[in-house]
């Protein structure tokens, strides 16, 4: 499956932090409500809220709104929160396998997400799995990239 969503707000922006009784608390932001809205509608759009419930792959493709410097791992969380929240998928805890590609700046930007089903091969024997990725290889069964 693949998507095109709208730039997401940063981790900060999606997820102001409050006080309370002293300590610090994310909560969802009004940025964060309007980007799961505008992914929820696409969604509909594209007929494809269909609860994956298998491990996924996921690719997450970001291209810049502009060329200011931008952390991109500060806005893979409310990618992932805006498809589950839209029925794509269950939860985000499914994730096995996530691919974040910085990409060249467009206008108003943009996020590719491409979803497959993670295909482990040594789901049940972890310690073959480290051995081949400590020798620079894939765990995956077929090993290609996204």
Known sequence: MILTLPWPPSLNNAYPTITVCGKGRRVKGKAAKRYIK???????????????????????????????????????????DSLKAAGVMVDDEQIDDLHVYRMLQTKDGAVIVKIRESRRLFGAFPQQAEMLIRAGLSPLVDGAPM
């Not at 594209?46 to 709104?65: D, N, V, W």
């Not at 931008?70 to 992932?80: A, L």
């Open 38 to 80: 505008a992914v929820g509608q696409i969604v509909l759009a594209a007929r494809a809220a269909e609860h994956l419930e298998f491990r996924i792959r996921l690719a997450i493709y970001m291209y810049p709104p502009d060329l200011r410097i931008r952390d991109i791992s500060n806005h893979i969380k409310i990618v992932e």
